[in-house]
């Protein structure tokens, strides 16, 4: 099993956030089943403020290369993408169209 974690703002703007959080409540079943199929086990993301983390638990065999080519097909995960972005901000390392960013682990016990 892989681990990855990733990293994305939001638009600072409470009413944009709460928004958001609800969608995440129950997300559409079209997404979650995206998410499973590519080999991702579990998914969370938290937030401070406007700064999202997210943590990725993932089959040895999964790939963010596969999961794009499968998303970029997927009508469904198109239309979360787009409406995803009415909240999410860039952050400022961001290549253009560029969402959530790998980080580098710098530390375990």
């Given at each position: 099993?892989?681990?990855?974690c990733l990293t994305l703002?939001?638009?600072?703007?409470?009413?944009?956030?709460?928004?958001?959080?609800?969608?995440?409540?129950?997300?559409?079943?079209?997404?979650?089943?995206?998410?499973?199929?590519?080999?991702?086990?579990?998914?969370?993301?938290?937030?401070?403020?406007?700064?999202?983390?997210?943590?990725?638990?993932?089959?040895?065999?999964?790939?963010?290369?596969?999961?794009?080519?499968?998303?970029?097909?997927?009508?469904?995960?198109?239309?979360?993408?787009?409406?995803?972005w009415k909240y999410q901000?860039?952050?400022?390392?961001?290549?253009?169209?560029?969402?959530?960013?790998?980080?580098?682990?710098?530390?375990?016990?």
């Open positions: 099993m892989q681990r990855t703002d939001l638009v600072d703007d409470a009413t944009l956030i709460a928004e958001y959080e609800k969608y995440h409540e129950k997300i559409w079943p079209e997404i979650e089943k995206s998410i499973k199929d590519s080999g991702i086990i579990t998914m969370q993301i938290y937030r401070l403020h406007t700064r999202m983390f997210m943590i990725i638990e993932a089959e040895d065999w999964f790939t963010f290369e596969a999961k794009g080519k499968a998303d970029a097909t997927n009508p469904k995960v198109q239309e979360w993408e787009q409406l995803m901000a860039a952050l400022p390392q961001a290549k253009p169209g560029e969402k959530w960013l790998l980080m580098k682990k710098i530390f375990e016990v």
